[in-house]
């Protein structure tokens, strides 16, 4: 059984930044794709980046250039520095671990609010 548990969510003003932590539990393999992903109010879940094994990463359009996926496999952590919010960007973020190429977990989210 795999545990997901993001925090680093918050209220931060348009162009500020906020770091996002992923801690997950269980028996997670280096080659475990893990990703983040975002729903805003009203709006369907969304993709905002993966990172595969050998540190290959994807991220939607909106959030190139100023969003970075790292992990410390040591740690099982991963993490998602956010630069340059905006407001756009306000959503619950929600940390995937697609463990063993085969099953989905799910933490339970962290709310980003981008806000003057």
């Known amino acids: 059984q795999v545990q997901v548990m993001e925090s680093g969510g918050g209220l931060v003003q348009p162009g500020g930044s906020l770091r996002l932590s992923c801690a997950a539990s269980g028996t997670i393999y280096s080659g475990d794709v893990m990703g983040w992903y975002r729903q805003a109010p009203g709006a369907q879940r969304e993709l905002v980046g993966s990172l595969a094994s050998g540190g290959r990463t994807n991220y939607t359009d909106s959030v190139k250039g100023r969003f970075t996926i790292s992990r410390d496999n040591a740690k099982n952590t991963m993490y998602l520095q956010m630069n340059n919010l905006k407001p756009e960007d306000t959503a619950v973020y929600y940390c995937?671990?697609?463990?063993?190429?085969?099953?989905?977990?799910w933490g339970q989210g962290t709310q980003v609010t981008v806000s003057a």
């Open positions: 995937n671990v697609r463990w063993a190429g085969i099953k989905d977990f």
